[in-house]
């Protein structure tokens, strides 16, 4: 019997030891989580209070450039459920950039945008409907179009954008050869 009281004796130091870890463990995480529920909304600063806001260019370049060039896609692949989504993300992206951007070169933004895109909106919304390969090549250049008038009331006729080729990679026309 004298041999069963040390291993007793030993797990019972053990099972403490472990109790004590747990406890131990279970308070810290306690006590970061009232901290954490303590500091509110300011614990985790929202995009507002970072002080970021992206560019006009920068939300061109990630949200509009991308959906204008998948929608045409969407339409050179007979997708028209495709295109008319898209054709919905472009246009919100256009709202989200006119809110994120209400006023550029003392122009009120979003009726800027509004009025350039509003028509070629319409019509390619007409011409996805009725999967009218025709008519959306038509409003596609004339939404085109519009984002390069666009572009030149704001000083940046630099940055054309033009109907994708099939073998294009971007709707981008980097080869420094305006139209204008």
């Not at 403490?16 to 406890?23: F, P, R």
Request: net charge negative; aromatic share 6%.
């Amino acid at each position: 019997m004298s041999g069963v009281e040390p291993v007793r004796s030993q797990q019972r130091s053990i099972v403490v030891a472990a109790s004590s870890i747990a406890a131990t463990v279970i308070l810290v995480i306690s006590l970061a989580a009232s901290n954490s529920i303590a500091a509110g909304p300011e614990a985790t600063p929202s995009p507002q209070t970072t002080g970021y806001l992206p560019s006009i260019s920068d939300l061109m370049i990630a949200t509009i450039q991308p959906r204008h060039e998948r929608l045409w896609q969407a339409e050179q692949n007979g997708n028209w459920e495709f295109a008319a989504y898209e054709l919905g993300n472009l246009q919100g992206a256009f709202d989200r950039l006119g809110h994120a951007h209400p006023i550029e070169h003392d122009i009120s933004f979003p009726d800027m945008i509004a009025a350039v895109t509003g028509q070629p909106f319409k019509e390619l919304k007409g011409a996805i409907q009725s999967k009218d390969t025709t008519g959306f090549a038509k409003a596609y250049a004339d939404l085109t179009d519009a984002c390069n008038s666009c572009h030149q009331a704001l000083n940046h006729g630099v940055v054309e954008i033009r109907v994708p080729s099939r073998t294009s990679a971007s709707d981008l026309n980097a080869n420094g050869t305006s139209r204008n």
